[in-house]
């Protein structure tokens, strides 16, 4: 069972060489998110749903919203590489947690 508990605006991303994927973006509700929470975001028409393996919130303030960093898992490299090709334009993503 999912639990809807954020959603999150994507703005960009970037690489961390040797670490995988970035997005930065800001919260526009909900409750702080953690480390093995799953992300889900329209990409190429397809809707994605990836585990989140960081996050960084010491990043500077936009709209009165702190951006926030979010690293997370993905399939290889080559969607490492389309990732960060994408231009995201603010697209919403839900954060979820799944009920243990």
């Not at 994927?21 to 526009?28: A, K, T």
């Not at 919203?65 to 969607?79: A, D, F, L, R, S």
């Not at 990732?83 to 839900?94: C, G, Y």
């Amino acid at each position: 069972m999912r639990k809807h508990i954020a959603t999150y605006q994507i703005h960009d991303t970037f690489i961390i060489t040797g670490r995988g994927i970035v997005f930065v973006g800001i919260i526009l509700d909900g409750t702080i998110f953690l480390i093995g929470d799953f992300i889900e975001f329209e990409f190429n028409e397809q809707v994605l749903e990836r585990k989140i393996k960081g996050i960084d919130n010491e990043m500077r303030v936009e709209l009165g919203k702190p951006k926030v960093g979010v690293m997370i898992e993905t399939k290889n490299e080559n969607e490492i590489w389309d990732l960060r090709n994408w231009e995201p334009n603010k697209v919403i993503a839900k954060i979820f947690r799944l009920d243990e």
